[in-house]
């Protein structure tokens, strides 16, 4: 088992900026890559960003340039930076353990709500 534990949510005006945390615990050796996924209400749930274990990065089109996803492995924590937010940044965010091949699938954490306005 894998358990994840976000934080960092919240309430910012657009422009503004949060980071999100993601720690991670128990059988963390069957981690092979981990991502944030966001939701926002009457939506499908999307990949914002993602990491694997060799350190490659992939960030959906609507984030280039203004997210970073990142890891530190001593803390076993993966972080997102999200600059000039936007409001249509606006959802849950969750973090994503993948212990297998197909992106979406493996642990889950909680989630954390990120509103973006004014």
């Known amino acids: 088992q894998v358990q994840l534990v976000e934080s960092g949510g919240g309430l910012v005006q657009p422009g503004g900026s949060l980071r999100l945390s993601c720690a991670a615990s128990g059988s963390i050796f069957r981690i092979n890559a981990m991502g944030w996924y966001r939701q926002a209400p009457g939506k499908q749930r999307e990949l914002v960003a993602a990491?694997?274990?060799?350190?490659?990065?992939n960030y959906a089109d609507s984030v280039k340039g203004r997210f970073t996803i990142s890891r530190d492995n001593a803390k076993n924590t993966m972080y997102l930076q999200m600059n000039s937010l936007k409001p249509e940044d606006t959802a849950v965010y969750y973090c994503?353990?993948?212990?297998?091949?197909?992106w979406g699938t493996g642990y889950w954490g909680q989630g954390t709500q990120v509103t973006v306005s004014s």
């Open positions: 990491i694997t274990s060799g350190g490659s990065t």
């Open positions: 994503n353990a993948r212990t297998g091949k197909v």
